[in-house]
């Protein structure tokens, strides 16, 4: 992707609804990259991802147990490496075990361990905006995984993406 595709909400549930629509070019094995400081709706935006893949039971931060799976129509494996020291410990994360054809990967503060992640990704970068909930998401592509899915990526961006808009 030579651009960023821009998504601008305002709420949490904006957020979520971004992450829904994304659900739509998700596909099995996919691997989505969550970038952004603390509080930024890393864990809302796996949430609405979740929801949209059909997961029923609650999404939360994995940030002490760094791993967790949900089950829907299509597996969700919820990491978080925040608190990884070292790089090296991403292999006890079995990272290329969970990148099947039956589940999609999220992992929080992925951008940490980029260097060592496996084939392509789409990352999402998410940022504060000027009021208290307003989030800009950013989506780019790496390597060639997401290459056939850039047109639904920038269609998410248009004016009739119910993921958000103008805050």
């Known amino acids: 992707m030579t651009s960023v595709v821009s998504i601008s909400t305002c709420s949490a549930e904006q957020t979520i609804a971004a992450a829904g629509a994304l659900a739509g070019a998700v596909?099995?094995?996919?691997l989505i990259v969550l970038c952004g400081d603390l509080g930024a709706g890393k864990t809302a935006f796996t949430q609405g991802l979740g929801r949209a893949l059909g997961?029923?039971?609650p999404?939360?931060?994995?940030?002490?147990t760094l791993a967790n799976r949900y089950e829907g129509d299509l597996v969700v494996n919820h990491l978080d490496v925040y608190r990884l020291?070292?790089?090296?410990?991403?292999?006890?994360?079995?990272?290329?075990?969970?990148?099947?054809?039956?589940?999609?990967?999220?992992?929080?503060?992925?951008?940490a361990i980029a260097?060592?992640?496996?084939?392509?990704?789409?990352?999402?970068?998410?940022t504060l905006g000027d009021g208290s909930d307003d989030r800009v998401l950013e989506f780019r592509?790496?390597?060639?995984?997401?290459?056939?899915r850039e047109a639904?990526?920038?269609?998410?961006?248009?004016?009739?993406?119910?993921g958000g808009g103008t805050c």
């Open 27 to 30: 596909r099995p094995g996919d």
């Open 55 to 57: 997961v029923t039971t």
């Open 59 to 64: 999404i939360t931060s994995p940030t002490f």
């Open 85 to 111: 020291a070292h790089i090296d410990e991403v292999r006890d994360l079995g990272l290329h075990e969970l990148l099947d054809d039956k589940s999609v990967t999220v992992i929080e503060w992925g951008d």
């Open 115 to 126: 260097g060592v992640l496996p084939g392509g990704y789409l990352e999402v970068r998410i």
């Open 141 to 148: 592509t790496v390597g060639e995984e997401w290459t056939d």
């Open 152 to 162: 639904a990526l920038s269609n998410m961006a248009g004016p009739a993406s119910d």
